[in-house]
């Protein structure tokens, strides 16, 4: 195959890429990398649009990063408008290539991408990735996955399965063929040059406006190596329940969300760090939340479209939505003050801290009675670290349709409350726009 198209999808970075690895091992003289910019404003099933202007900043940032270290060895990034399967087969056809190798990514809309890329009739080697273990090294084949997070805890640290190895970046990335004319109607602006956002409400506990919080993989890798210069890992677990503020959790989602960092990668330094400073619970308790992100990942390998539908895992009937309640919400206005304050600091930042996820969560289905899966595809809209197995698998564990062994995740609001902002601290930042 004389030329190749690498797709990036929710992997980018050049470190750690096994995907982008494989198609530069794969005798192609030329390798187009590219991404394709689906319809933002696309509306979802509950009439908003899928993706709002907090990801599209983030993810426009790790854009420029990718296209800036490309550059670098030769190559550059094509930015494609329209879904990529409508995209890559015109792109294909005008640059003569055949294959496309990508990640794969265990969830339905992205799976359906890769079956019509198919159909088009190209061929598509996809490379799982994303996961901090391997699924093969489990100490069960994946369809035997625990039914809960505990035991595949408990079974994986007995096993003592670790991560492999993080692959460096590639010394070199074969260039695009020469004189190729890439139709107008695909091309994107690069993201270099487009308007840049304005940045969140100066009260982010993200803020992205910032040198030090870029989405790129650059900023991504300053940040993990700041983070462990300061020993943070030491008092994670302490402090990860705060509500606001830069330091109170270690901030890698929005990266990790992007692929600008590898989990492996993290890993690999946070192990460094341990052996240089010591263990303790915290550093450990980074480890535990690294696992969960896997575990979510693994029950969509083992589990698929059962995952969205209204029932989830569970038997329970199906679910009455309350559309006004649900508005309410969106709108931050329930008359709940803290869940007010936590819709409104979303809306304005695209972050929330994971405690208050829980309790907006929580709020919407049993307090609401509003559609777990509309409040799924809001947090889909609005987050700018939008993941889509955590979202899905949290989601289904806050409305008892997933993995908890409880059957459901119901807050009460007045103890988080007292027990989270005991001060008012947040409600002071948070209750006003």
């Known amino acids: 195959m004389s030329t190749v198209l690498f797709w990036f999808r929710n992997d980018l970075r050049l470190h750690?890429?096994?995907?982008l690895r494989a198609a530069?091992?794969?005798g192609a003289q030329h390798i187009?990398?590219?991404y394709c910019h689906a319809d933002y404003d696309e509306p979802t099933a509950w009439g908003f649009a899928r993706v709002g202007r907090h990801r599209r900043a983030v993810v426009s940032a790790a854009l420029r990063d990718v296209d800036r270290q490309l550059a670098g060895l030769g190559s550059g990034l094509l930015e494609c408008r329209g879904p990529a399967s409508t995209t890559l087969p015109a792109l294909a056809r005008a640059v003569g290539a055949t294959a496309v190798v990508c990640e794969e990514i265990a969830a339905p809309q992205e799976q359906a991408e890769v079956e019509a890329l198919r159909k088009a009739g190209l061929q598509v080697h996809t490379l799982w990735q994303s996961s901090l273990l391997e699924p093969g090294d489990l100490p069960w084949a994946v369809h035997a996955l625990p039914r809960t997070f505990t035991p595949f805890r408990q079974a994986v640290e007995r096993?003592?399965?670790?991560?492999p190895v993080p692959l460096k970046a590639p010394a070199?990335?074969?260039p695009w063929p020469a004189g190729i004319d890439i139709p107008l109607d695909l091309r994107l602006a690069p993201a270099s040059d487009r308007a840049k956002d304005d940045g969140p409400d100066a009260r982010a506990s993200f803020p992205y406006d910032k040198p030090a919080f870029d989405g790129g993989e650059s900023a991504g890798l300053a940040h993990l190596k700041q983070y462990l210069a300061r020993e943070l890992p030491h008092s994670y677990k302490r402090t990860r329940n705060g509500l606001s503020g830069v330091d109170y959790s270690s901030k890698w989602s929005p990266w990790l969300a992007t692929g600008a960092l590898s989990a492996r990668r993290i890993v690999a330094e946070l192990q460094q760090f341990e052996?240089?400073?010591?263990?303790?619970?915290?550093?450990?308790?980074l480890w535990f939340e690294l696992l969960w992100r896997d575990y979510f990942r693994f029950l969509h390998l083992q589990h698929g479209r059962r995952l969205y539908r209204a029932e989830g895992l569970a038997q329970h009937p199906p679910m009455r939505h309350n559309a006004q309640g649900f508005e309410r919400w969106c709108e931050a206005r329930t008359g709940e003050p803290l869940v007010d304050a936590a819709m409104r600091e979303l809306q304005a930042t695209g972050y929330l801290s994971n405690r208050l996820r829980q309790v907006v969560a929580s709020y919407?289905?049993?307090e609401l009675g509003g559609d777990w899966r509309a409040g799924a595809a809001w947090f889909e809209a609005q987050l700018l670290d939008y993941d889509v197995y955590s979202n899905q698998g949290n989601w289904l564990y806050i409305a008892g349709r997933g993995t908890d062994p409880?059957?459901?995740?119901?807050?009460n609001i007045r103890k988080q409350l007292s027990q989270y902002d005991a001060e008012g601290q947040y409600l002071r930042l948070w209750g006003m726009p």
């Open 275 to 285: 052996a240089t400073h010591g263990a303790n619970e915290g550093s450990y308790w």
């Open 159 to 163: 096993a003592k399965v670790k991560p």
């Open 364 to 366: 919407l289905v049993y």
């Open 16 to 19: 750690d890429q096994p995907a």
């Open 172 to 174: 070199r990335v074969p």
């Open 32 to 34: 187009v990398p590219v």
């Open 24 to 26: 530069c091992a794969s």
């Open 406 to 411: 409880q059957g459901g995740r119901r807050f």
